[in-house]
């Protein structure tokens, strides 16, 4: 199977994990898109969905998928997105995409965090996959020198990148990650930053691989 072959199949095996009548949460990229081409078969079994970026809100709509707003929601039941890597406790880099504040709060709100990928996603350790860092436009070099001073790592500019909310992304490059909670705590104490794209305050709690196998299922210890 290509590698998108084993997004689809992930994404569709991720069906399994909708709760009829809810609402759920909906993330941002390839394996995301491949999930909501799937849920569109479905659609009229949730109430609808909560997007965690532009681009997911409008592939929703385009498929007559309710969009809902997050401050109309009390509870997301499931939110469902790939992610970067995920080491085997599943905490995660997200962000590839730039959509990472809205999904560290959609994930937030959600009772359950599902993430699919293809294998290729999992790895020993976090870092190899440059960490995106969301920060406020103004305070782009501070940060970078904040960075390079307390954290570590060769922080990039993203080049022709605005998120959805205005910012500017910093990739770093080149970073140890031995404590992914301590990282992102230290990272998101730096005045100007939005957040960073580690999820492992919230990581998931599931795990769908695309493998050559089938679909591997593994679980936050
Ligand atoms: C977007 C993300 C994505 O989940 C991540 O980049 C994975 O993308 P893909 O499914 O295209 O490999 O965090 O901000």
Known sequence: MTQDELKSEVSKAALKYVTPGTIIGV???STANF???????????IKGAVASSIDTANRLKRHGIPVINLNDVDEISVYIDGA?????????IKGGGGALTREKIVAAVSRQFVCIADESKLV??????????????????????????S?????ILRE???TD???????????????PQNLENCLNNIVGVVTNGL?????????????????????AK
């Open 27 to 29: 993330g941002t990229g």
């Open 35 to 45: 999930f909501i081409d799937h849920l569109a078969g479905m659609k009229d079994s």
């Open 84 to 92: 970067d890597e995920s080491d085997h406790k599943l905490n995660l």
């Open 124 to 149: 020993d350790s976090l870092g190899k996959f440059p960490l995106p860092v969301e920060v406020i436009p103004m305070s782009a070099n501070y940060v970078k020198r904040q960075i390079i001073d």
């Open 151 to 155: 954290i570590g790592g060769n922080p």
């Open 160 to 162: 022709e990148l605005t």
């Open 165 to 179: 909310n205005g910012n500017l992304i910093l990739d770093i490059h080149e970073l140890e990650i031995d404590d």
């Open 199 to 219: 999820f492992a305050n919230r990581g998931a709690d599931i795990l769908l691989l695309g493998s050559q196998n089938g679909v591997i299922i593994k679980h």
